[in-house]
Protein backbone atom coordinates (compact mmCIF):
# COMPACT_ATOMS: atom_id res chain seq x y z
CA UNK A 1 0.00 0.00 0.00
CA UNK A 2 1.03 4.00 -0.68
CA UNK A 3 1.96 5.66 1.82
CA UNK A 4 -0.38 9.23 2.42
CA UNK A 5 0.90 12.53 0.51
CA UNK A 6 0.69 14.35 3.63
CA UNK A 7 3.50 17.00 3.72
CA UNK A 8 3.68 20.42 2.46
CA UNK A 9 6.50 23.00 2.07
CA UNK A 10 6.41 23.97 5.40
CA UNK A 11 6.17 20.35 6.72
CA UNK A 12 9.57 19.47 4.93
CA UNK A 13 11.42 22.77 6.50
CA UNK A 14 9.89 21.97 9.83
CA UNK A 15 10.95 18.37 9.73
CA UNK A 16 14.70 19.39 8.31
CA UNK A 17 15.13 22.22 10.75
CA UNK A 18 13.81 20.39 13.90
CA UNK A 19 15.61 17.73 12.95
CA UNK A 20 18.52 19.96 13.04
CA UNK A 21 18.49 22.59 15.86
CA UNK A 22 18.35 20.07 18.85
CA UNK A 23 21.31 17.98 20.06
CA UNK A 24 23.72 19.66 17.67
CA UNK A 25 23.27 22.95 19.04
CA UNK A 26 21.84 22.27 22.76
CA UNK A 27 24.80 19.54 23.80
CA UNK A 28 27.39 18.77 21.29
CA UNK A 29 29.08 22.48 21.19
CA UNK A 30 30.67 21.72 25.00
CA UNK A 31 32.11 18.40 23.80
CA UNK A 32 33.03 20.24 20.90
CA UNK A 33 34.49 22.99 22.00
CA UNK A 34 37.04 20.57 24.39
CA UNK A 35 38.38 19.00 21.20
CA UNK A 36 39.77 22.29 19.33
CA UNK A 37 38.15 25.75 21.77
CA UNK A 38 36.54 29.02 20.56
CA UNK A 39 37.23 27.45 16.89
CA UNK A 40 34.78 25.06 16.95
CA UNK A 41 32.68 27.90 15.53
CA UNK A 42 34.48 27.44 12.22
CA UNK A 43 34.31 23.74 12.70
CA UNK A 44 30.31 23.86 12.58
CA UNK A 45 30.69 26.52 9.87
CA UNK A 46 32.80 23.68 7.50
CA UNK A 47 30.77 20.87 8.44
CA UNK A 48 27.46 22.59 6.97
CA UNK A 49 29.45 23.68 3.92
CA UNK A 50 29.72 20.27 3.15
CA UNK A 51 26.20 19.19 4.10
CA UNK A 52 25.49 21.77 1.50
CA UNK A 53 27.29 19.63 -1.29
CA UNK A 54 25.43 16.57 0.03
CA UNK A 55 21.92 18.65 -0.05
CA UNK A 56 22.10 19.29 -3.62
CA UNK A 57 22.54 15.60 -4.59
CA UNK A 58 20.19 14.01 -2.36
CA UNK A 59 17.76 17.28 -3.57
CA UNK A 60 18.40 15.57 -7.04
CA UNK A 61 18.13 12.26 -6.63
CA UNK A 62 14.89 13.02 -3.98
CA UNK A 63 13.14 15.21 -6.52
CA UNK A 64 13.38 12.18 -9.43
CA UNK A 65 12.54 9.42 -7.46
CA UNK A 66 10.92 10.37 -4.12
CA UNK A 67 10.47 6.65 -2.48
CA UNK A 68 10.07 6.03 1.22
CA UNK A 69 13.81 5.10 2.35
CA UNK A 70 15.21 8.24 0.27
CA UNK A 71 18.61 7.44 0.07
CA UNK A 72 18.39 4.09 0.05
CA UNK A 73 16.24 3.64 -2.75
CA UNK A 74 18.11 5.73 -4.71
CA UNK A 75 21.81 4.48 -4.08
CA UNK A 76 20.09 0.97 -4.62
CA UNK A 77 19.01 1.93 -7.87
CA UNK A 78 22.28 3.69 -9.02
CA UNK A 79 24.55 1.48 -7.36
CA UNK A 80 23.05 -2.26 -6.89
CA UNK A 81 21.47 -4.21 -4.10
CA UNK A 82 24.51 -4.88 -2.15
CA UNK A 83 25.85 -0.93 -1.85
CA UNK A 84 21.45 -0.05 -1.14
CA UNK A 85 21.64 -2.75 1.75
CA UNK A 86 24.98 -0.89 2.97
CA UNK A 87 23.31 2.60 2.74
CA UNK A 88 19.95 1.50 3.95
CA UNK A 89 21.15 0.32 7.27
CA UNK A 90 23.74 3.53 7.82
CA UNK A 91 20.95 5.79 7.48
CA UNK A 92 18.64 3.87 9.59
CA UNK A 93 21.41 3.18 12.21
CA UNK A 94 22.21 7.14 11.80
CA UNK A 95 19.13 8.78 12.44
CA UNK A 96 17.51 6.11 14.97
CA UNK A 97 21.25 6.75 16.94
CA UNK A 98 20.61 10.78 16.57
CA UNK A 99 17.01 10.72 17.44
CA UNK A 100 18.37 8.01 20.87
CA UNK A 101 20.66 10.97 21.21
CA UNK A 102 17.96 13.52 21.22
CA UNK A 103 15.87 11.04 23.71
CA UNK A 104 18.83 11.31 26.70
CA UNK A 105 19.27 14.97 25.92
CA UNK A 106 15.74 15.33 26.76
CA UNK A 107 15.34 13.11 29.49
CA UNK A 108 18.37 15.23 30.85
CA UNK A 109 17.04 18.21 31.15
CA UNK A 110 13.72 16.99 32.15
CA UNK A 111 15.35 15.82 35.60
CA UNK A 112 16.40 19.33 36.56
CA UNK A 113 12.78 19.87 36.47
CA UNK A 114 11.68 16.39 38.60
CA UNK A 115 13.66 13.39 39.39
CA UNK A 116 13.23 10.52 37.22
CA UNK A 117 15.51 7.64 35.88
CA UNK A 118 16.83 9.38 32.57
CA UNK A 119 16.64 5.41 30.52
CA UNK A 120 13.27 5.26 31.78
CA UNK A 121 11.89 8.83 31.00
CA UNK A 122 13.75 8.28 27.74
CA UNK A 123 11.82 5.23 27.11
CA UNK A 124 8.66 6.97 27.90
CA UNK A 125 8.80 9.31 25.62
CA UNK A 126 10.28 7.04 22.45
CA UNK A 127 6.88 5.13 23.49
CA UNK A 128 4.76 8.56 23.13
CA UNK A 129 6.69 9.73 19.37
CA UNK A 130 5.65 6.19 18.24
CA UNK A 131 2.37 6.50 19.36
CA UNK A 132 1.86 10.07 17.37
CA UNK A 133 4.07 8.50 14.40
CA UNK A 134 1.39 5.59 13.97
CA UNK A 135 -1.84 7.92 13.48
CA UNK A 136 -0.80 9.21 10.64
CA UNK A 137 2.15 11.48 8.83
CA UNK A 138 0.11 14.85 8.76
CA UNK A 139 -0.29 14.74 12.58
CA UNK A 140 3.71 14.30 12.46
CA UNK A 141 4.04 16.96 10.55
CA UNK A 142 1.73 19.84 11.80
CA UNK A 143 2.99 18.98 15.24
CA UNK A 144 6.96 19.57 13.87
CA UNK A 145 5.93 22.93 12.49
CA UNK A 146 4.46 24.22 15.79
CA UNK A 147 7.55 22.72 17.94
CA UNK A 148 9.93 24.35 15.44
CA UNK A 149 8.29 27.73 14.93
CA UNK A 150 8.56 27.50 19.02
CA UNK A 151 11.98 27.00 18.70
CA UNK A 152 13.24 29.51 16.02
CA UNK A 153 11.59 32.22 18.39
CA UNK A 154 13.32 31.34 21.45
CA UNK A 155 16.29 31.38 19.88
CA UNK A 156 16.24 34.36 18.19
CA UNK A 157 15.37 35.85 21.48
CA UNK A 158 18.90 34.36 23.12
CA UNK A 159 20.66 35.75 19.74
CA UNK A 160 19.70 39.35 20.07
CA UNK A 161 20.11 39.32 23.82
CA UNK A 162 23.60 37.54 23.92
CA UNK A 163 25.52 39.31 21.04
CA UNK A 164 25.68 42.07 23.08
CA UNK A 165 27.50 40.40 25.94
CA UNK A 166 30.03 38.42 23.70
CA UNK A 167 33.86 39.43 25.19
CA UNK A 168 36.36 38.77 22.18
CA UNK A 169 39.00 37.69 24.74
CA UNK A 170 36.74 34.14 25.25
CA UNK A 171 38.22 33.53 21.85
CA UNK A 172 41.63 33.24 22.95
CA UNK A 173 44.03 31.39 22.12
CA UNK A 174 41.55 30.48 18.87
CA UNK A 175 42.15 26.85 19.01
CA UNK A 176 43.59 24.32 21.44
CA UNK A 177 45.36 21.42 19.33
CA UNK A 178 45.79 23.28 16.39
CA UNK A 179 44.32 23.60 12.83
CA UNK A 180 43.76 19.82 12.73
CA UNK A 181 41.27 19.70 15.46
CA UNK A 182 38.92 21.92 13.63
CA UNK A 183 38.07 19.29 10.17
CA UNK A 184 38.20 16.85 13.15
CA UNK A 185 35.74 18.23 15.33
CA UNK A 186 33.91 19.15 11.88
CA UNK A 187 33.12 15.57 11.35
CA UNK A 188 32.72 15.23 15.31
CA UNK A 189 29.48 17.36 15.03
CA UNK A 190 28.59 16.50 11.54
CA UNK A 191 25.38 14.77 12.91
CA UNK A 192 23.66 18.36 13.01
CA UNK A 193 23.15 17.97 9.90
CA UNK A 194 21.24 14.74 9.82
CA UNK A 195 17.94 16.26 9.03
CA UNK A 196 18.50 17.02 5.67
CA UNK A 197 18.43 13.25 5.71
CA UNK A 198 15.33 12.73 6.94
CA UNK A 199 13.21 14.96 4.66
CA UNK A 200 14.56 11.89 1.96
CA UNK A 201 13.55 8.99 3.41
CA UNK A 202 10.02 10.65 3.60
CA UNK A 203 9.97 11.81 0.15
CA UNK A 204 7.38 9.53 -0.62
CA UNK A 205 4.81 11.19 1.63
CA UNK A 206 5.59 15.09 0.50
CA UNK A 207 2.97 16.76 -2.00
CA UNK A 208 4.61 18.12 -5.35
CA UNK A 209 7.99 16.95 -4.39
CA UNK A 210 10.09 18.23 -6.75
CA UNK A 211 9.62 21.71 -5.96
CA UNK A 212 9.28 21.28 -1.99
CA UNK A 213 11.86 19.05 -1.08
CA UNK A 214 14.59 21.21 -2.68
CA UNK A 215 12.64 24.59 -1.38
CA UNK A 216 12.58 23.21 1.97
CA UNK A 217 15.99 21.79 2.33
CA UNK A 218 17.62 24.59 1.09
CA UNK A 219 15.83 27.08 3.26
CA UNK A 220 16.49 24.91 6.10
CA UNK A 221 20.25 24.54 5.58
CA UNK A 222 20.25 28.38 5.17
CA UNK A 223 18.61 28.93 8.50
CA UNK A 224 20.44 26.25 10.50
CA UNK A 225 23.90 27.45 9.68
CA UNK A 226 23.13 31.13 10.58
CA UNK A 227 21.35 29.69 13.28
CA UNK A 228 24.33 27.79 14.86
CA UNK A 229 26.73 30.24 13.66
CA UNK A 230 25.16 32.63 15.65
CA UNK A 231 24.17 30.58 18.75
CA UNK A 232 28.06 29.80 18.76
CA UNK A 233 29.12 33.01 18.46
CA UNK A 234 27.14 34.28 21.63
CA UNK A 235 27.82 30.70 23.59
CA UNK A 236 31.54 30.89 22.74
CA UNK A 237 31.54 34.63 23.70
CA UNK A 238 30.01 34.63 26.86
CA UNK A 239 31.24 31.51 28.76
CA UNK A 240 34.95 30.99 30.18
CA UNK A 241 36.96 27.97 28.49
CA UNK A 242 36.41 26.02 32.11
CA UNK A 243 32.66 26.76 31.93
CA UNK A 244 32.27 25.62 28.67
CA UNK A 245 34.33 23.02 28.27
CA UNK A 246 32.69 19.27 28.34
CA UNK A 247 29.21 21.10 29.05
CA UNK A 248 26.21 18.93 28.25
CA UNK A 249 24.09 22.17 29.08
CA UNK A 250 26.39 24.93 26.94
CA UNK A 251 23.42 27.19 25.99
CA UNK A 252 21.41 27.24 29.20
CA UNK A 253 24.43 27.52 31.01
CA UNK A 254 25.30 30.90 28.70
CA UNK A 255 21.57 32.25 29.05
CA UNK A 256 21.72 32.09 32.14
CA UNK A 257 24.99 34.78 32.31
CA UNK A 258 23.17 37.39 30.59
CA UNK A 259 19.40 36.31 31.48
CA UNK A 260 19.84 35.08 34.84
CA UNK A 261 17.61 31.81 36.16
CA UNK A 262 14.32 32.85 33.68
CA UNK A 263 16.85 33.00 30.81
CA UNK A 264 18.80 29.55 31.58
CA UNK A 265 14.76 28.11 32.34
CA UNK A 266 14.09 29.19 28.84
CA UNK A 267 16.45 28.05 26.97
CA UNK A 268 16.22 24.67 28.81
CA UNK A 269 12.23 24.36 27.62
CA UNK A 270 13.46 25.36 24.33
CA UNK A 271 15.76 22.79 24.35
CA UNK A 272 13.49 20.07 25.26
CA UNK A 273 10.92 21.81 22.47
CA UNK A 274 14.06 20.48 20.07
CA UNK A 275 14.92 17.40 21.66
CA UNK A 276 11.24 16.78 20.91
CA UNK A 277 11.19 17.73 17.66
CA UNK A 278 14.01 15.65 16.67
CA UNK A 279 12.84 12.67 18.41
CA UNK A 280 9.57 13.04 16.71
CA UNK A 281 11.21 13.74 13.06
CA UNK A 282 13.75 11.03 13.59
CA UNK A 283 11.54 8.30 14.53
CA UNK A 284 9.25 8.88 11.16
CA UNK A 285 12.48 9.33 8.59
CA UNK A 286 14.15 6.18 10.41
CA UNK A 287 11.38 4.11 10.08
CA UNK A 288 11.00 4.55 6.19
CA UNK A 289 14.39 2.71 5.73
CA UNK A 290 13.38 -0.87 7.32
CA UNK A 291 9.83 -0.19 5.44
CA UNK A 292 12.23 0.21 2.21
CA UNK A 293 14.39 -2.37 2.78
CA UNK A 294 11.64 -5.29 3.47
CA UNK A 295 9.96 -3.91 0.03
CA UNK A 296 12.62 -5.17 -1.76
CA UNK A 297 13.10 -8.04 0.17
CA UNK A 298 16.13 -7.26 1.53
CA UNK A 299 14.87 -7.22 5.24
CA UNK A 300 11.91 -9.68 6.14
CA UNK A 301 8.51 -8.84 4.88
CA UNK A 302 6.77 -8.36 7.98
CA UNK A 303 8.67 -4.45 7.90
CA UNK A 304 6.48 -3.79 5.10
CA UNK A 305 3.27 -3.64 6.79
CA UNK A 306 1.29 -0.20 6.24
CA UNK A 307 -1.94 0.57 8.60
CA UNK A 308 -5.20 0.44 6.25
CA UNK A 309 -6.58 3.26 8.37
CA UNK A 310 -3.72 5.61 8.91
CA UNK A 311 -1.33 4.56 5.97
CA UNK A 312 1.55 4.84 8.34
CA UNK A 313 4.30 1.72 8.29
CA UNK A 314 3.48 0.63 11.75
CA UNK A 315 5.56 -2.83 11.66
CA UNK A 316 8.96 -0.49 10.67
CA UNK A 317 8.10 2.55 13.13
CA UNK A 318 7.84 -0.42 16.21
CA UNK A 319 11.32 -1.96 14.83
CA UNK A 320 12.68 1.35 14.82
CA UNK A 321 11.46 2.40 18.38
CA UNK A 322 12.64 -0.80 20.00
CA UNK A 323 16.11 -0.45 18.59
CA UNK A 324 16.13 3.10 19.44
CA UNK A 325 15.41 1.88 22.77
CA UNK A 326 18.43 -0.28 23.22
CA UNK A 327 20.70 2.43 22.04
CA UNK A 328 19.75 4.62 24.44
CA UNK A 329 22.37 2.63 26.91
CA UNK A 330 25.33 3.23 24.91
CA UNK A 331 28.23 5.71 25.46
CA UNK A 332 27.72 9.26 24.33
CA UNK A 333 30.75 10.26 22.92
CA UNK A 334 30.60 7.03 21.12
CA UNK A 335 26.99 7.30 19.66
CA UNK A 336 27.28 10.77 18.48
CA UNK A 337 31.01 9.07 16.74
CA UNK A 338 29.09 6.52 15.11
CA UNK A 339 26.08 9.09 14.14
CA UNK A 340 28.46 11.43 12.28
CA UNK A 341 30.44 8.33 10.48
CA UNK A 342 27.12 6.84 9.37
CA UNK A 343 25.79 9.81 8.14
CA UNK A 344 29.36 11.07 6.66
CA UNK A 345 29.14 7.66 4.47
CA UNK A 346 25.47 8.21 3.42
CA UNK A 347 26.86 11.98 1.91
CA UNK A 348 29.64 9.92 0.06
CA UNK A 349 27.40 6.89 -1.37
CA UNK A 350 24.76 9.64 -2.29
CA UNK A 351 27.03 11.43 -4.54
CA UNK A 352 28.37 8.78 -6.16
CA UNK A 353 24.80 8.48 -7.21
CA UNK A 354 24.44 11.11 -8.99
CA UNK A 355 27.28 10.68 -11.12
CA UNK A 356 26.66 6.99 -12.24
CA UNK A 357 22.58 8.12 -12.72
CA UNK A 358 23.61 11.10 -14.82
CA UNK A 359 26.60 9.18 -16.45
CA UNK A 360 24.20 5.94 -17.54
CA UNK A 361 22.37 8.32 -19.84
CA UNK A 362 18.99 6.57 -18.15
CA UNK A 363 16.49 8.42 -20.41
CA UNK A 364 13.51 8.02 -17.14
CA UNK A 365 16.13 9.87 -14.66
CA UNK A 366 14.16 12.95 -14.22
CA UNK A 367 14.71 14.83 -11.57
CA UNK A 368 13.14 18.33 -11.58
CA UNK A 369 16.02 19.65 -9.68
CA UNK A 370 19.15 19.54 -11.00
CA UNK A 371 22.49 20.26 -8.50
CA UNK A 372 24.02 23.03 -10.05
CA UNK A 373 28.05 22.39 -10.68
CA UNK A 374 28.30 19.14 -11.76
CA UNK A 375 30.24 16.73 -11.22
CA UNK A 376 32.45 19.93 -9.53
CA UNK A 377 29.88 19.89 -6.66
CA UNK A 378 30.11 15.85 -6.15
CA UNK A 379 33.39 14.97 -6.43
CA UNK A 380 34.58 18.49 -3.81
CA UNK A 381 32.29 16.71 -1.75
CA UNK A 382 33.08 13.33 -1.30
CA UNK A 383 36.67 14.27 -1.16
CA UNK A 384 35.46 16.19 1.62
CA UNK A 385 33.87 13.70 3.44
CA UNK A 386 36.85 11.22 2.95
CA UNK A 387 38.97 14.14 4.57
CA UNK A 388 36.46 14.50 7.17
CA UNK A 389 36.88 10.82 8.01
CA UNK A 390 40.34 10.58 8.03
CA UNK A 391 40.87 13.64 10.20
CA UNK A 392 37.98 12.03 12.27
CA UNK A 393 40.66 9.18 13.45
CA UNK A 394 41.02 5.43 13.60
CA UNK A 395 37.97 5.02 15.60
CA UNK A 396 35.39 6.42 12.76
CA UNK A 397 37.23 3.97 10.40
CA UNK A 398 37.11 1.10 12.17
CA UNK A 399 33.20 1.88 12.55
CA UNK A 400 33.19 2.43 9.25
CA UNK A 401 34.56 -1.00 7.87
CA UNK A 402 32.35 -2.43 10.84
CA UNK A 403 28.98 -1.42 9.61
CA UNK A 404 30.05 -2.41 6.06
CA UNK A 405 30.70 -5.90 7.20
CA UNK A 406 27.54 -5.80 8.62
CA UNK A 407 25.84 -4.38 5.89
CA UNK A 408 27.30 -7.32 3.30
CA UNK A 409 26.19 -10.27 5.88
CA UNK A 410 22.56 -8.59 6.17
CA UNK A 411 22.64 -9.05 2.25
CA UNK A 412 23.93 -12.50 2.34
CA UNK A 413 21.16 -13.52 4.59
CA UNK A 414 18.49 -11.48 2.62
CA UNK A 415 20.14 -10.32 -0.63
CA UNK A 416 19.61 -13.38 -2.63
CA UNK A 417 15.51 -12.62 -2.76
CA UNK A 418 15.85 -8.76 -3.60
CA UNK A 419 13.94 -8.37 -7.20
CA UNK A 420 17.03 -5.65 -7.60
CA UNK A 421 18.53 -7.07 -11.04
CA UNK A 422 18.78 -4.22 -12.50
CA UNK A 423 20.63 -0.91 -11.91
CA UNK A 424 22.48 2.28 -13.26
CA UNK A 425 25.86 1.00 -13.00
CA UNK A 426 25.16 -1.63 -14.89
CA UNK A 427 23.53 1.28 -17.85
CA UNK A 428 26.79 2.61 -17.46
CA UNK A 429 29.36 -0.01 -17.50
CA UNK A 430 27.11 -1.70 -20.48
CA UNK A 431 27.50 2.00 -22.04
CA UNK A 432 31.10 1.87 -21.74
CA UNK A 433 31.91 -0.96 -22.79
CA UNK A 434 29.43 -1.10 -25.67
CA UNK A 435 27.89 -3.53 -24.87
CA UNK A 436 24.25 -4.91 -23.60
CA UNK A 437 23.94 -5.56 -19.77
CA UNK A 438 20.37 -4.99 -18.90
CA UNK A 439 16.78 -5.38 -19.66
CA UNK A 440 14.25 -2.72 -19.43
CA UNK A 441 13.47 -3.24 -16.17
CA UNK A 442 14.85 -0.31 -14.49
CA UNK A 443 13.31 2.54 -16.95
CA UNK A 444 10.47 0.89 -16.60
CA UNK A 445 10.43 1.17 -12.47
CA UNK A 446 11.86 4.76 -13.24
CA UNK A 447 8.70 5.97 -15.36
CA UNK A 448 5.93 4.85 -12.87
CA UNK A 449 7.86 6.67 -10.22
CA UNK A 450 7.44 10.01 -13.17
CA UNK A 451 4.21 8.85 -13.31
CA UNK A 452 3.40 8.78 -9.39
CA UNK A 453 5.50 11.82 -8.55
CA UNK A 454 3.82 14.14 -10.91
CA UNK A 455 0.31 12.69 -10.15
CA UNK A 456 -0.47 11.58 -13.64
CA UNK A 457 -3.50 9.79 -14.58
CA UNK A 458 -2.66 7.48 -17.50
CA UNK A 459 -5.59 8.39 -20.75
CA UNK A 460 -6.57 6.71 -23.70
CA UNK A 461 -3.57 7.90 -25.54
CA UNK A 462 -1.57 6.82 -23.01
CA UNK A 463 -3.13 3.11 -23.03
CA UNK A 464 -2.98 3.46 -27.02
CA UNK A 465 1.11 3.49 -26.88
CA UNK A 466 1.23 0.94 -24.71
CA UNK A 467 -0.37 -1.40 -26.84
CA UNK A 468 1.21 0.72 -29.97
CA UNK A 469 3.18 -0.90 -32.93
CA UNK A 470 6.88 0.79 -32.21
CA UNK A 471 9.64 0.58 -35.13
CA UNK A 472 13.10 1.43 -34.85
CA UNK A 473 14.32 2.15 -38.77
CA UNK A 474 17.63 2.00 -39.54
CA UNK A 475 17.80 1.42 -43.59
CA UNK A 476 17.42 4.20 -45.95
CA UNK A 477 13.86 4.63 -46.88
CA UNK A 478 11.97 7.11 -49.01
CA UNK A 479 8.41 8.36 -47.98
CA UNK A 480 6.69 5.40 -50.15
CA UNK A 481 8.97 2.59 -48.92
CA UNK A 482 8.15 3.67 -44.87
CA UNK A 483 4.40 3.98 -45.81
CA UNK A 484 4.69 0.28 -47.08
CA UNK A 485 6.07 -0.63 -43.91
CA UNK A 486 3.91 0.80 -41.83
CA UNK A 487 1.05 -0.32 -43.65
CA UNK A 488 2.43 -4.39 -44.00
CA UNK A 489 2.92 -3.79 -39.86
CA UNK A 490 -0.69 -2.47 -39.76
CA UNK A 491 -2.11 -5.78 -41.69
CA UNK A 492 -0.04 -8.24 -39.72
CA UNK A 493 -1.47 -7.17 -36.56
CA UNK A 494 -4.91 -6.11 -37.05
CA UNK A 495 -5.77 -8.53 -39.63
CA UNK A 496 -6.50 -5.68 -42.49
CA UNK A 497 -5.98 -6.21 -46.22
CA UNK A 498 -2.43 -4.41 -46.72
CA UNK A 499 -3.27 -2.87 -50.28
CA UNK A 500 -6.10 -0.97 -48.36
CA UNK A 501 -4.13 0.16 -45.63
CA UNK A 502 -1.39 1.31 -48.11
CA UNK A 503 -3.97 3.20 -50.41
CA UNK A 504 -5.71 4.88 -47.69
CA UNK A 505 -2.51 6.48 -46.79
CA UNK A 506 -1.39 7.21 -50.23
CA UNK A 507 -4.67 9.11 -50.95
CA UNK A 508 -4.41 10.58 -47.54
CA UNK A 509 -1.20 12.18 -48.70
CA UNK A 510 -2.65 13.00 -51.68
CA UNK A 511 -5.37 15.44 -50.29
CA UNK A 512 -2.33 17.12 -48.21
CA UNK A 513 0.60 16.42 -45.87
CA UNK A 514 0.58 15.26 -43.17
CA UNK A 515 4.11 16.39 -41.73
CA UNK A 516 3.31 18.84 -38.86
CA UNK A 517 6.70 19.65 -37.67
CA UNK A 518 10.11 20.06 -39.88
CA UNK A 519 11.01 16.65 -38.40
CA UNK A 520 7.40 14.98 -37.51
CA UNK A 521 4.53 13.09 -39.76
CA UNK A 522 1.32 11.95 -38.71
CA UNK A 523 -0.31 9.95 -41.15
CA UNK A 524 -3.49 9.01 -40.38
CA UNK A 525 -6.15 7.31 -42.12
CA UNK A 526 -10.04 6.37 -42.06
CA UNK A 527 -10.53 2.49 -42.11
CA UNK A 528 -13.34 0.18 -43.62
CA UNK A 529 -15.51 -2.00 -40.29
CA UNK A 530 -16.09 -1.17 -36.94
CA UNK A 531 -14.30 -0.89 -33.57
CA UNK A 532 -10.46 -0.78 -35.03
CA UNK A 533 -8.35 2.11 -33.65
CA UNK A 534 -4.77 2.05 -33.19
CA UNK A 535 -1.32 4.00 -33.43
CA UNK A 536 2.20 3.11 -35.01
CA UNK A 537 5.26 4.96 -33.49
CA UNK A 538 8.51 5.01 -36.34
CA UNK A 539 12.00 6.42 -35.48
CA UNK A 540 14.35 7.14 -38.53
CA UNK A 541 17.80 8.75 -37.20
CA UNK A 542 18.91 9.20 -40.53
CA UNK A 543 15.54 10.89 -41.46
CA UNK A 544 12.82 10.43 -44.28
CA UNK A 545 12.79 12.88 -46.87
CA UNK A 546 9.51 13.80 -48.29
CA UNK A 547 9.53 16.99 -50.44
CA UNK A 548 11.95 19.25 -48.28
CA UNK A 549 11.22 17.75 -45.19
CA UNK A 550 13.25 15.33 -43.39
CA UNK A 551 11.62 13.23 -41.06
CA UNK A 552 12.65 11.42 -37.92
CA UNK A 553 9.18 11.05 -35.80
CA UNK A 554 6.17 9.03 -37.35
CA UNK A 555 3.06 8.94 -35.32
CA UNK A 556 0.36 6.72 -37.42
CA UNK A 557 -3.05 6.91 -36.49
CA UNK A 558 -5.49 4.48 -38.34
CA UNK A 559 -8.75 3.57 -37.20
CA UNK A 560 -12.74 3.06 -38.34
CA UNK A 561 -15.55 5.64 -38.23
CA UNK A 562 -17.55 4.63 -35.47
CA UNK A 563 -14.02 6.02 -33.38
CA UNK A 564 -13.49 8.70 -34.80
CA UNK A 565 -13.31 10.69 -31.60
CA UNK A 566 -10.32 8.67 -30.24
CA UNK A 567 -8.84 9.69 -33.67
CA UNK A 568 -9.43 13.23 -33.33
CA UNK A 569 -8.33 13.64 -29.18
CA UNK A 570 -5.06 11.52 -29.90
CA UNK A 571 -4.07 14.06 -32.62
CA UNK A 572 -4.84 16.46 -30.02
CA UNK A 573 -2.24 14.58 -27.90
CA UNK A 574 0.05 14.21 -30.13
CA UNK A 575 0.60 17.95 -30.94
CA UNK A 576 0.57 18.71 -27.20
CA UNK A 577 3.86 16.53 -27.57
CA UNK A 578 5.29 17.63 -30.58
CA UNK A 579 5.35 21.11 -29.47
CA UNK A 580 7.66 20.17 -26.41
CA UNK A 581 10.77 21.80 -27.69
CA UNK A 582 12.95 19.03 -26.61
CA UNK A 583 10.93 16.08 -27.86
CA UNK A 584 12.98 15.37 -31.37
CA UNK A 585 16.15 15.40 -29.94
CA UNK A 586 14.93 13.14 -26.76
CA UNK A 587 13.10 11.32 -29.39
CA UNK A 588 16.34 10.65 -31.23
CA UNK A 589 18.64 10.53 -28.32
CA UNK A 590 16.49 7.09 -27.38
CA UNK A 591 17.86 3.61 -26.94
CA UNK A 592 15.73 1.52 -28.23
CA UNK A 593 11.68 1.11 -28.66
CA UNK A 594 11.08 1.07 -25.24
CA UNK A 595 12.68 4.08 -24.37
CA UNK A 596 10.67 6.04 -27.35
CA UNK A 597 7.59 4.18 -26.08
CA UNK A 598 8.22 5.43 -22.43
CA UNK A 599 8.98 8.72 -23.60
CA UNK A 600 5.90 9.55 -25.16
CA UNK A 601 4.14 8.30 -22.05
CA UNK A 602 6.45 10.77 -19.72
CA UNK A 603 6.45 14.48 -22.09
CA UNK A 604 4.11 16.23 -20.03
CA UNK A 605 0.84 17.06 -21.75
CA UNK A 606 -2.75 17.44 -20.60
CA UNK A 607 -4.77 14.20 -19.97
CA UNK A 608 -8.20 13.77 -21.37
CA UNK A 609 -10.32 11.48 -19.20
CA UNK A 610 -12.61 9.43 -21.36
Not at 78 to 93: C, D, E, R, Y
Not at 143 to 165: A, E, K, R, S, Y
Not at 241 to 254: D, F, I, K, Y
Not at 413 to 418: E, I, L, Q, T
Request: with cysteine; proline share 3%; glycine share 8%.
Amino acid sequence: MALKKGLGLLDVFSIATGAMISSGIFILPGLAFAKTGPSVVISYFIAGLFALTGLFSIAELSSAMPKAGGDYYFITRSMGPIAGTISGLLSWFSLSLKSSFALIGMAELLTLFYPVNIHIAAIGFTLIFLTLNIFGVEKVGHTQTGLVGILLLVIGIFVFLGIPNIKISNFEPFTFNGKSSIFSTAGFVFISYGGLLKVASVAEEIKKPGKNIIKGMLISIIVVVIMYFLMLLVTVGVLSASELSGSLTPVANAARKFMGKPGMYLMQLAAITAFISTANAGLLAASRYPLALSRDRLLPGFLNKVSEKYRSPYSALIVTAGFMIVTLFLNLDVLIKVASTVLIMTYILSNFSVIILRESKLQNYRPIFKSPLYPWVQFIGIIGFVFLLVEMGFLALIISLGLIILGLFVYLVYGRKSQIKEYALLHLIGRMLNRKLTSHKLQTELKNVILERDEIELDFFDKLVKDAIVLDIQDNFSFDEAIKLFSDKISQKYKINNDEVFNAFMERESQGSTIITEEVAVPHIILKGKHKFGLLLARSKQGIFNNDSKITAFFVLFGTLDDRIYHLRSLASIAQICQNEKFVNLWKNAKNVNDMRDLISIIPRKRNKF
